[in-house]
């Protein structure tokens, strides 16, 4: 996909830190999972990124989470993994569905304590 289509792309996109092995092992977990290819991916460390996040308010340098972008909504930390979750269907659906029913502070906390330290994970995990 070329720089156009994707500010111009009516899918879902997730940004990623494309210097982070373990983001990058969930961006591949996704792909795997995607059968229906919903979403459209983008390193946060790309120029067009840094533009599609500056129309939502973002600045790219300090961005510390996954970011899904769907219908011109923003979602990130634990509700970005959430709603990619539903996407995929199937028993991931089912999970995404559990996650919600814990309350936002508690998730994103747990979402933070991962992002916080996931440099610290094997750049071999394979999710």
């Known amino acids: 996909m070329n720089n156009h289509d994707l500010l111009n792309n009516s899918k879902p ?4 830190d494309g210097s982070c092995a373990f983001c990058t092992s969930c961006i591949r977990f ?15 460390n790309q120029i067009v990124t840094k533009l599609i996040l500056a129309q939502h308010f ?4 300090t961005l510390n989470t996954v970011v899904l972008i769907e219908n011109n909504n923003v ?3 634990s ?8 996407f995929l269907g199937g028993r991931w659906k089912f999970l995404g569905k559990f996650m919600i029913v814990f309350p936002a502070s508690f998730s ?20």
């Open 13 to 16: 996109l997730l940004i990623f």
């Open 30 to 44: 996704v792909k795997k999972h995607d059968v229906n290819q919903q979403f459209d991916y983008a390193d946060n």
């Open 58 to 61: 973002i600045v790219s340098e």
């Open 75 to 77: 979602h990130i930390q």
């Open 79 to 86: 509700d970005a993994v959430i709603k990619t979750l539903l």
């Open 108 to 127: 994103n906390k747990v979402y933070n304590t991962i992002a916080a330290n996931r440099n610290r994970f094997n750049s071999h995990c394979k999710i």
